[in-house]
C-alpha cells in the first residue's frame, strides 16, 4: 500500500512540474522552438487522457499524442485494444524540446501520474492495456528511465511493476481521444 505521506509527496511533485505554461507567444518563436532538435519520449501509466493533458502542460513539451504502443497488432483501434488481445498498452507520445526541459523531469513526472506498483490496473481501469511501462528510444533513455525507476522505489512500499522497453510502433489513437479534457474544457484531476 502507498502511505499517505508517499501519496502527499508524489501530489507536492505533480504540482511542481505541471505548473501552468506562460502565454503562448508569436508564431516565429513557435517555428523556431520546432527548428530546434526534439526528442521523443514514450509512456503507459494507465488510461491516456490524463496522462496526456498532464504532459501537454509541461514547459518544454511540444507535442503529446494519446495512442497504442506494445503490442503485436498493425493500426489497432481503442475496441481492439480494450479487447485485451491486441497487446497494445494506452500510451502518450510526447515530443520535446531537451533544451527547455530534460528527459529525467518527464519520467519524474511519470512517476507521479499512476500507481506503478499496480500489475494491469490504473484507479478503476483494469487490463494488460492499462499496464505501466516506460518506451525508450536511445540507450541513454534506457539508462535514465532504468536510474529514475531504482529511485522512484523510495517512494512506494510496494515493488514498482513498470517495464521498461524498447520503443516499439505507435499508433495514434482515435481523434476523439487527441487532447481529451482540453476539448472538453474540463480541468484534469488525476487519474481518469
Same mark, same amino acid.
Given at each position: ?22 502565454? *503562448?507567444?508569436?508564431?516565429? !518563436? ?27 502542460q509541461m ?6 499524442m494519446a495512442? &497504442? ?8 483501434? &481503442? !475496441? ?22 530534460? &528527459? ?17 490496473? !490504473? ?43 524498447p520503443a ?7 481523434? &476523439?481521444?487527441? *487532447? ?13
Open positions: 500500500m502507498t502511505t499517505s505521506a508517499q501519496l502527499t509527496k508524489s501530489k507536492n511533485l505533480t504540482a511542481q512540474l505541471t505548473a501552468p505554461k506562460k502565454a *503562448k507567444t508569436g508564431s516565429a !518563436q513557435k517555428t523556431a522552438a520546432k527548428a530546434s532538435k526534439t526528442q521523443t519520449a514514450t509512456f503507459a501509466a494507465g488510461c491516456f487522457w490524463g496522462v496526456e493533458e498532464s504532459y501537454r514547459p518544454g513539451v511540444l507535442e503529446t495512442g &497504442y504502443c506494445g503490442g503485436k497488432t498493425k493500426n489497432p483501434t &481503442y !475496441q481492439d485494444v480494450c479487447s485485451d488481445e491486441s497487446g497494445h498498452a494506452e500510451a502518450v507520445q510526447v515530443i520535446f524540446d531537451p533544451k527547455k526541459i530534460d &528527459y529525467e523531469t518527464l519520467v519524474e513526472l511519470f512517476w507521479t501520474l499512476h500507481d506503478p506498483t499496480m500489475p494491469n490496473r !490504473q484507479g478503476l481501469n483494469y487490463g494488460s492495456q492499462y499496464r505501466s511501462i516506460i518506451f525508450y528510444h536511445s540507450a541513454e533513455q534506457k539508462r535514465r528511465a532504468d536510474a529514475s525507476r531504482k529511485k522512484a522505489q523510495a517512494m512506494f512500499e510496494m515493488p514498482i511493476v513498470t517495464s521498461i522497453e516499439k510502433p505507435f499508433f495514434p489513437a482515435e481523434e &476523439y481521444h487527441q *487532447k481529451f479534457f482540453l476539448k472538453r474544457n474540463v480541468k484534469f484531476k488525476g487519474v481518469c
